[in-house]
């Protein structure tokens, strides 16, 4: 088939690319004209484990193509997808402005039997509003399909590639013959291709984020119960997760959710929910508790120099809001640098992939940006862990010994086994345990 998508980001970039590798023939459009030139020449604007690779001998065998103008492939395109952000606005409530932008620019163009399919998370009923749109702006009934995407930032292919499910949201026969035709090649080891109302597939997407925001805050809840009563949280999430009711993932202790989705979506859902008159209890509650997480390392930090920071120099390691990728949206370790820097202190950061990132953001307030990890760790008073790429699990103590000045860790991803720690004789603070000091 032939297919456009609009937004070359995290989502559009791997579903476009994806597909061309399927043999389908793809333009990814987006209005950045320096990310649609970078990726003419190669350049991959995000870090996304295989992505670069595959781009790359796609573009070079001519089944995939960028551009800046929906005027060069929506014509042609047998099914047009809707991939562009939905970030929050300042209300919680997500910002479609993006979406309604696409609209308005595909409408000339589409062919008249074109499926537009939005992929983009939107709130429930946006499919119905960009079905009416079009009417209004084409003076026809086009095919809107809603195909919300469940991809995760670091395993995003193969999440494209094997899904556990596909849901899409049709209003006719048409659109979901031409979806499962589509999807066919992702779906030979017998997962389901999931049909339903658009409605149903846009409030499938905010209710499978939510519950996944849900677990996270849960268990975060009960690591900070498990510090005050001298539980340890580790053993906790163990003797919960053989319980096959509820299972071990997403039940992680840690700094709690950042990124481009939970964050926002779980506030987009409250949102929704509020305008209905509605008393989105436990949204409410998984954000605060979320909101809350995200400054536990500040807050352990601040209780263990008394707040003296000044002067202080801090090694930091992890700065993506997860390991295998460089997205820093809503990632907890900005929480801690905005803090460090307006105590003053003098600050060290290592991560493989996002240090790009925050340096657009905090530039020469970070004292330096190491590309070794041990370099983030010359001199300083403490060490604090934001991210658990695999790279920061085994450190070399005795080496860690002789770089730091003092041996005093904050782990906001409890990396490190509590005996193997206290034999080390470094003062550790972690999440849901007991502290060694
Ligand atoms: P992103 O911010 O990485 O990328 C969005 C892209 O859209 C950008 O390249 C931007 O330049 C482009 N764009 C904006 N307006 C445009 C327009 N009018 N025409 C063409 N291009 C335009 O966003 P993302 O992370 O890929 O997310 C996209 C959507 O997918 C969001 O709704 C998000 O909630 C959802 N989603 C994201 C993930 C994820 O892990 N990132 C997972 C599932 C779903």
Not at 168 to 189: F, I, Y
Request: with cysteine; hydrophobic share 40%; charged share 25%.
């Amino acid at each position: 088939m032939k297919l456009s998508v609009i937004g070359t980001g995290y989502v559009g970039l791997v579903t476009g690319t994806c597909f061309s590798d399927l043999g389908n023939d793809v333009t990814c459009i987006d209005v950045n004209q320096a990310k649609v030139d970078g990726l003419k020449k190669g350049i991959i604007p995000i870090y996304e484990p295989g992505l670069s690779e595959l781009v790359l001998r796609n573009y070079e065998e001519g089944r995939l193509k960028f551009t800046t103008k929906a005027s060069e492939a929506v014509p042609e395109a047998d099914v047009v997808y809707i991939a562009v952000g939905t970030p929050q606005s300042d209300t919680g409530a997500a910002d479609l402005s993006a979406v309604w932008k696409v609209v308005e620019d595909i409408a000339p163009h589409l062919k008249e039997d074109a499926l537009v399919v939005v992929k983009s998370t939107v709130p429930v009923g946006t499919n119905a509003k960009v079905f009416s749109q079009l009417k209004e702006l084409t003076g026809r009934e086009c095919n809107v399909a809603s195909n919300p995407e469940f991809l995760k930032e670091g395993s995003a292919i193969d999440d494209f590639m094997y899904p556990d499910r596909v849901v899409c949201g049709v209003r006719n026969k048409k659109s979901e013959d031409m979806l499962r035709q589509l999807h066919a090649p992702l779906l030979r080891t017998a997962k389901p291709i999931l049909f339903m109302s658009p409605e149903s597939s846009e409030l499938t997407k905010y209710a499978a984020n939510a519950m996944l925001a849900t677990k996270i805050s849960f268990i975060n809840e009960i690591a900070n119960l498990s510090e005050k009563v001298g539980a340890d949280i580790n053993d906790v999430r163990v003797g919960m997760g053989h319980d096959q009711r509820i299972g071990f993932q997403f039940l992680f202790p840690g700094l709690g959710y950042g990124g481009s989705c939970f964050p926002k979506d779980v506030r987009a859902l409250t949102s929704l929910s509020e305008t209905l008159d509605l008393e989105p209890r436990i949204m409410r509650a998984v954000d605060d508790v979320n909101v809350h997480q995200r400054a536990s390392l500040v807050r352990k930090i601040d209780a263990y120099y008394g707040g003296k920071i000044a002067g202080k120099t801090f090694g930091i390691w992890g700065l993506a809001f997860k390991p295998k990728t460089d997205d820093i949206r809503e990632a907890p370790a900005l929480d801690l640098l905005q803090y460090l820097v307006e105590k003053e202190a003098k600050i060290l950061v290592h991560d493989p992939e996002a240090m790009e990132n925050v340096q657009a953001m905090f530039g020469d307030k970070i004292h330096k940006y190491c590309e070794n990890v041990m370099d983030a760790v010359e001199g300083v008073d403490c060490l604090a862990i934001n991210t658990e790429w695999n790279e920061y699990r085994t450190p070399d103590f005795a080496q860690l010994k002789t770089k730091m000045k003092e041996k005093v860790i904050f782990d906001g991803r409890n990396l490190f086994d509590l005996e193997d720690m206290e034999k080390t004789g470094f003062s550790y603070f972690s999440i849901g345990r007991r502290s060694l000091e």
